[in-house]
Each structure stands twice: as C-alpha cells, then as structure tokens.
C-alpha cells in the first residue's frame, strides 16, 4: 500500500508559476514510476506528465511541453511538478499516482495503481 498527499496548488494568475509536491509513503518509493493527471470542471481524468523510477525517463503532455517540469527526489521520497506559464486553461485538481508495471508508459490513468486526494490549481485570466 501506497499513500500520496499532493500539496502546492492555488490560485495563480494567467502567466504565473506554481510547483506541486507528493509525498509519498513505504521505502520502496524509488521502485515506483510516477505521474502526474488533472481533472478540469465537466472534464475526463487527462495525463499531465510521468516520470521513470531513476528521473532518466520523462513524459509530457503537448499541451503543458515546454511549461511544466517533472522531477522526482528518492531520497525525499517526493515527485515534483514545476508548472510556469500558467494558463487558465490548465485550471484543474491535480493528482499524483504510482506506476507500479511497465504499463505506466502507456500514460493512461488506468495504468496506474495509488493516487493522492488532489491538490486544486485554479488560473485566473
């Protein structure tokens, strides 16, 4: 069992940046990949950004290349999101979650296993 608490969400103007955290239980941290998903207003869970189990590894969305930034520190036991350039549009509950097979490159929410409760970002334009 895994358990993820996400914090770092806000309200942020249009241009503005904000860096998400999760803390992640267990000291098996390390062997998991790690994703990042958002859930705007009416919308479908969508994938944000993953990350392999060493950091080597790294996936984005179109939608958020180039802005936002995936990280991870082991020895925290912590994945980081840093999001600059925030657009209202990237309005959203953002959510941690494990990958723990190798379907994790699917990048599909269903191919992941633990999820933290959300953190609300909310850009105003």
């Known amino acids: 069992q895994v358990q993820l608490i996400e914090s770092g969400g806000g309200l942020v103007q249009a241009g503005g940046s904000l860096r998400l955290s999760c803390a992640g239980s267990?000291?098996?941290?390390?062997?998991?990949?790690m994703g990042w998903f958002r859930q705007g207003p009416g919308k479908e869970r969508e994938f944000v950004a993953a990350?392999?189990?060493?950091?080597?590894?790294?996936y984005y969305a179109d939608s958020v290349k180039g802005r936002f930034t995936i990280s991870r520190d082991n020895g925290k036991n912590t994945v980081y999101l840093q999001m600059n350039s925030l657009k209202a549009e990237d309005t959203a509950v953002y959510y941690c979650?494990?990958?723990?097979?190798?379907?994790?490159?699917?990048?599909?929410?269903?191919?992941?296993?633990?999820w933290g409760q959300g953190t609300q970002v909310t850009v105003s334009s």
């Open positions: 979650a494990v990958g723990q097979t190798t379907e994790w490159h699917t990048l599909k929410p269903s191919a992941y296993d633990y």
């Open positions: 990350i392999s189990r060493s950091g080597i590894i790294t």
């Open positions: 267990g000291r098996t941290f390390s062997t998991y990949a």
